[in-house]
């Protein structure tokens, strides 16, 4: 069965602070994907970024940066100078590889809620 | 940008009521999936959809719930006899794809059901 944990509930930072979003999975499967979703305060999900389990590659995008580390199971989400509007709640996410071509379901961790202040 | 829509964005219904909700996919895009989240909690898988066949559902998905793909571009859920515990945001994403196993899930604004 797969499991994905985020143990922080909530995080307040300053502006411009760098924060870290802590993700831990669980899956018997040797092929899955990772991902990131940021529900922001009018709650839609926005897709932020889907990681497959053979690349272990760390990846930035603007502010944004990813550690996938298999060894321990995690898939951590780093914000860099964070901003006001990054005030959200972050999904962490996992998909066993079952069928290949897509169509696999998401197991949704709970949710870390990031405020950021002035 | 092509983007999932869901509607009505918030439906009030009684207990005991059917209730139908809609979504758009995004038109190139073949799985369809429905979720829910109580408020306040996490998102939860309910049911996934290819080539007009369920393709995987939950434990939350039992007789009260099917869905439907009617034409070529709406995708339902439909809730039979509605209970209060079924007070929810409900999403609909649909996801392309692929020889790899998983594409990213794109995800409609949501469509908030009030049971009284």
């Known amino acids: 069965a797969q499991k994905v944990t985020q143990a922080q509930t909530e995080i307040s930072v300053v502006e411009k602070e760098d924060v870290t979003l802590d993700c831990v999975y669980e899956t018997r499967d040797t092929t899955y994907y990772l991902f990131w979703y940021k529900q922001p305060p009018s709650g839609e999900l926005v897709f932020l970024i889907r990681?497959?389990?053979?690349?272990?590659q760390n990846e930035i995008s603007g502010r944004y940066s990813w550690n996938f580390q298999k060894s321990t199971s995690s898939f951590n989400f780093t914000i860099t100078a964070s901003q006001v509007v990054d005030s959200a709640v972050y999904f962490c996410?996992?998909?066993?590889?079952?069928?290949?071509?897509?169509?696999?379901?998401?197991?949704f961790g709970t949710g870390t809620q990031l405020k950021v202040e002035l | 940008e092509p983007e999932v829509t869901q509607t009505p964005s918030h439906q009030v219904t009684q207990m005991g009521q059917e209730v139908i909700l809609r979504c758009v996919p995004i038109?190139?895009?073949?799985?369809f999936y429905w979720y829910r989240q109580i408020l306040g909690q996490k998102v939860e898988f309910l049911v996934s959809?290819?080539?007009?066949?369920?393709?995987?559902k939950s434990e939350i998905f039992d007789d009260q719930f099917s869905v439907e793909r009617p034409d070529g571009s709406n995708f339902t859920l439909k809730i039979r006899s509605t209970k209060l515990e079924d007070s929810a945001m409900y999403f609909c994403?649909?996801?392309?794809?692929?020889?790899?196993?998983?594409?990213?899930?794109?995800f409609g604004p949501g469509t908030r059901l009030t049971v009284t």
């Open positions: 038109s190139n895009h073949l799985y």
């Open positions: 959809f290819y080539n007009n066949e369920i393709s995987e």
């Open positions: 990681r497959n389990s053979f690349d272990e």
């Open positions: 994403a649909s996801s392309g794809t692929g020889t790899s196993g998983a594409y990213e899930q794109y």
């Open positions: 996410a996992l998909s066993e590889g079952l069928l290949t071509g897509g169509g696999n379901k998401l197991t």
